[in-house]
């Protein structure tokens, strides 16, 4: 890896190399593929909002424009980073592509973000200007009133671009995006992924999902993750199909939009599909049956960024028709795996790998690939692995290793070729007396039972066994067995007939609902935290 002051002159070096380019031949679009490929799709519908429906003549029309006022008469943004807060809908992707297509680096912005990591975010990434829609000038008043950075409020400054407006030539190996992680530990790093990175991520979804121009897909994801910017919104705009944005995840609105719209694709976390059978569960069966005749109509709906409770897929596939289709992937490199579009889904494994973006192996703690059969680090290698974590070289050394694997920290095992995650390294994997335990195992064994609706486990230090299993439960409190009080009780002796008692939860913590981030996770630090007081008390 280059040291950081390497990595600034080069970045200037080149993007030196590609102004005097772009001079040089002024007839020539910018090759960001992802953005050359809207031009043959200029009448077609690319997004609808609450704001109305806009074609992708339209879009790169206001993209255009936006991306000419960013310039301000530079030649090249020369890899600027540019925040931007917006709604999902047009806006928002109008200001994504303006950004690439002026030479940026694009930061997208969560409304979901307190302010403090707004302001880390931007302090971290080094952003001189910031992008914003007005519903959002409140929230953000501390930071204008600062003047430290060159704030454009839209839409109000997206104005038609001059004739005579050149942009920038944008090459594939230039940086494009940083997504900051969840921040489980620590505070959020910044995955650095380049136009290449994305077109790597984005073309072995297209094949493996089998996108088409006609398809109609309803995003309801958070636009600062992968899995709602890559896998919904750019596999869409790769296809020129449209895109349907709601405003927030709500049930109710997802199950109308299902009776009412020409919906193909659905996406979401497993968190919302169970708010969906929830909502189901509460209507009357005559609207039951419309609800599971709607859904039925969709030809792929894909679960994702935490594991998929085998109940959930099952509850699900009973009320609406469709196995919901697991894969895995990580910021930092896209989606690796992916169960079959055609072919059996098997509930709690994630598929095999999808050709073209990454290649995958298993490896021992030496980094030593291991056989078929044996539990193991993934670890990919690929063009869909992002650069690096931003201005952070030594955790981009530890991310990799010497020989230039991605170390994805999360445990797996291979079952005639399809793959189940065993757990994370750091969080998942629990010892206790001696034993190596999986918690996502006994999470799914707990599942299993009636009276818990949601379940999460983690490690609690424990004098004599070094760590003790600790459930914290959800209780579905319809007609419990016996009181709140004695549930753990209860629940100990259920465990101790289910599997081996070392695996048995000695802790046990119940609350109304788990601590989650944007993408619906777990945050299990939070839920340590929770336990030491409770022991302290």
């Known amino acids: 890896m280059l040291g950081l002051n390497s990595c600034s002159t080069k970045a200037q070096q080149f993007c030196g190399f590609l102004c005097t380019f772009a001079a040089k031949h002024p007839n020539l679009q910018p090759p960001v593929n992802l953005i050359q490929r809207a031009h043959y799709h200029t009448q077609r519908t690319a997004i609808k909002d609450e704001s109305g429906s806009y074609t992708y003549g339209q879009l790169l029309q206001q993209s255009g424009a936006l991306a000419s006022m960013l310039l301000q008469e530079q030649p090249h943004l020369q890899e600027t980073r540019v925040a931007f807060l917006c709604m999902p809908g047009f806006g928002y992707v109008a200001a994504q592509w303006a950004v690439w297509r002026a030479g940026g680096i694009a930061v997208p912005l969560s409304a979901h973000h307190p302010l403090p990591e ?55 190996k230039q940086k494009a995006l940083i997504l900051y992680t969840s921040g489980t530990t620590g505070k959020p790093k910044g995955v650095v992924l380049t136009h290449l990175n994305l077109e790597a991520q984005i073309m072995p979804l297209i094949d493996a999902w089998q996108w088409q121009p006609d398809d109609y897909i309803l995003h309801t994801l958070p636009l600062h993750h992968t899995h709602g910017i890559v896998n919904a919104l750019c596999c869409a705009l790769w296809q020129g199909a449209c895109c349907h944005f709601l405003p927030a995840f709500d049930a109710a609105a997802v199950w109308r939009a299902f009776l009412q719209l020409p919906v193909t694709l659905f996406m979401g976390v497993p968190a919302m599909y169970q708010k969906l059978i929830t ?25 994702g960024s935490a594991a998929l409770p085998v109940n959930v897929l099952q509850t699900f596939r009973q009320i609406s028709g469709h196995t919901l289709l697991e894969r895995y992937g990580m910021t930092e490199i896209g989606m690796a795996l992916s169960n079959p579009y055609k072919g059996e889904r098997l509930p709690g494994l994630v598929g095999k790998p999808l050709p073209g973006g990454v290649t995958v192996r298993i490896t021992d703690e030496n980094n030593h690939p291991l056989p078929d059969g044996e539990t193991g680090e993934l670890q990919v290698k690929g063009d869909a692995v992002f650069l690096e974590y931003w201005q952070n070289p030594e955790a981009t050394r530890q991310a990799f290793t010497p020989d230039g694997w991605f170390k994805t920290g999360d445990m797996v095992q291979v079952q005639e070729g399809n793959y189940r995650i065993a757990g994370r390294i750091s969080t998942d994997i629990i010892k206790t007396g001696g034993y190596k335990v999986s918690a996502p195992e006994i999470e799914e064994m707990l599942r299993n039972n009636p009276y818990i609706a949601d379940c999460a486990v983690v490690a609690i230090p424990h004098e004599q066994w070094g760590e003790a299993v600790s459930a914290a439960v959800v209780l579905n409190t319809l007609q419990l067995p016996v009181p709140v009080s004695e549930m753990a009780a209860f629940l100990r002796q259920w465990c101790k007939t289910q599997m081996a008692t070392y695996k048995t939860p000695v802790n046990w913590l119940f609350l109304d609902q788990l601590p989650r981030n944007a993408m619906g996770k777990i945050v299990k630090p939070h839920l340590k935290q929770l336990f030491l007081k409770q022991n302290e008390g």
């Open 118 to 172: 707004i302001n880390y975010i931007l302090h971290n990434c080094g952003a001189t200007v910031l992008l914003y829609e007005p519903v959002f000038e409140t929230l953000l008043a501390p930071v204008l009133a600062a003047g430290v950075l060159r704030a454009v409020c839209l839409p109000a400054s997206m104005v038609p671009a001059s004739g005579n407006t050149r942009l920038p030539f944008v090459l594939p």
């Open 279 to 303: 909502y189901y569960w509460q209507q009357p069966q005559p609207m039951q049956q419309l609800l599971s005749a709607a859904c039925s109509k969709l030809r792929l709906m894909v679960s």
